[in-house]
């Protein structure tokens, strides 16, 4: 593997224990781990030397919520006014025609997005493993689209189980018995899971959601989890549709749901976590419960706003996540830093959120979510995962007297430079290093149309390109 020093930087952002902000200094990488770090490094034999004099250097961003099948499912007009239960009831009619292809190309597609955001580790939460795919070829294509980009990848194993006929949200063709989904869960973590520092590749356990999935799965779930120490992740607190529905159906508020059947605990991450009352946040930090934000979908859906400002001051773990292509519509985790610090505000006023505040909650909040003390700063001994951003551009003009806040409050385009990953250059002038983006576009487009033909949705525009012959 290359050296690489990046040379003179005009800031550097460390994330470590005093929060150091450094300028004029030098980053020595080498073997996958950040060597040293300081003024003029002494660095013969260096293969790569990069002018770092207008540039910010951060952390690798972090994103912690994801389903990247969505990707090839944006902006569809039946449902781009829709809230979350009649999103879903539509969009599970295109999804059921989920293949091999598709699940490789939306992978690449929204990792690849995610990298030239500046993230460099993902999060994926897979859910759908619908009869027209064999449910060991999800991981499969996604750890190759993951290899392929040189992107650091947890996978989360999720499914649904609970169909109609069980009073749940899904149609039959979508779910999986419970016992195959436990079976192939765990054929899953003891395949892809690499525990240790440093890792590329890990799964954790995601059934989707308490109006999908049914208690014995997420119980049975827990168990496995824990058996092979790996983490607990699935949407909770969402809507207030939810949590209607699990008062009718259970009789209790999904987070008492969650405590029957052993969803709490440190190794727990929940994706938004909007109505939360009093006690259950503090029940949260109790528990050392962590949080993956995604103010973007929470808006879009128009789902609410969650109480991110007390979380945090209740020291409950907080991270970043995009959410979902079909209901963002974007894999832009540098931007999602921006509508986060913007939403606080709405709720608590201007001083509730700062750019640090999101900054820190992308990198160090999104790494303690989690699991992980390996990534989330620039550190000596740390592997190196960095972003790079160039702020000699016409969008950050004006705003260089606080370079690390100007990437959160200017900025349109939100590309990184260079995107480093596991000391490898994966982003270089704002292009991925590894694919071919040209492909992932036209694949992409077209088994998005093919989709959306198959689920009957024919008076769908389509540009000339994607056009039959
Ligand atoms: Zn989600």
Redesign the pocket.
Known sequence: MADIVLLNCMTLLTQNDRRDELSGVDIYISDNRVKAIGRNLDTPGTTEKIDCRNKLVIPGLINT?H?FFQTLQRNIPAVQNAKLFDWLVQLYEIWRFLDEKIVYYSSLLGMGELLKTGCTTTTD?HYLYPRSIDGAVIPAMQFKAAGELGIRFSATRGSMSMGKKQGGLPPESVVQDDDDILLQTEEAIRKYHDPSDGSMQQIHVAPCSPFNVSPRVLKESAKLARKHHVRLHT?LCETLDEEKFCLEKFGKRPFALMEDVDWVGPDVWY?HGIYFNDDELQALADYGIGIAHCPASNMRLGSGIARIREMRDLGIAVGLGV??SASNDTSDLLGELRLALLLQRVKYGADAMTARDVLEMATLGSAKVLGRNDIGSIEVGKVADIAVFDLDKLEYSGALSDPPAAIVFSGYNHGAWMTIVNGRIVVRDYKLVNVDERKIIENSNRLSFQMLKKAGAASVFVPPAYREQ
């Open positions: 919520h389903h939460h949407h994706a959410d979902g």
